[in-house]
């Protein structure tokens, strides 16, 4: 199971899925360019002292990305799917792939995805913060996967 992250934008959303990612032992791939400097104070304070104990994977590009080896399916979070996340069946070589918060992912990247899924939201409000997304959905392909580290599963 592995979190991706396409251009995120906001250095602070960026660093709360890392350090969440560090929490469950999960990969990260960090799809550049970013919309903020690694290095950035924000980035670091969201963080906190977790980003050394999380395993990230840089990327110069997407089309860098799509020739990395990668295992399992490519799963994007978008408000365009069809299918609720909580319907879906997630396997532990899954991919799950969030995108900019300012504008999601282009046509092609959507496209490129071997499945498109969404969070069902009250009508009329548009979408939740990428981090909160990003941390409901991990939780729920862990909890179906049984990949909760540490024996820390209910």
Not at 89 to 101: K, M, Q, S, V, Y
Not at 110 to 128: N, T, V, W
Request: glycine content about 8%.
């Amino acid at each position: 199971m592995r979190l991706a992250l396409f251009e995120p934008d906001i250095p602070q959303n960026a660093a709360t899925l890392m350090r969440l990612a560090a929490c469950f032992d999960i990969a990260i791939d960090l799809i550049e360019p970013c919309g903020f400097l690694l290095s950035d104070a924000g980035f670091k304070r969201a963080g906190m002292d977790y980003l050394d104990a999380t395993r990230i994977q840089r990327h110069t590009s997407w089309d860098r990305y799509r020739v990395a080896p990668r295992e399992g399916r490519l799963v994007l979070l978008t408000t365009k799917a069809a299918c609720a996340y909580t319907d879906f069946r997630f396997a532990t070589g899954d991919t799950i792939l969030l995108g900019r918060e300012s504008a999601g992912v282009p046509d092609f990247v959507h496209e490129a995805a071997d499945e498109r899924l969404r969070i069902p939201l009250k009508s009329g409000l548009r979408s939740l913060n990428v981090a909160v997304a990003g941390a409901m959905v991990l939780g729920e392909a862990l909890r179906q996967t049984n990949l909760f580290p540490l024996g820390t599963a209910p």
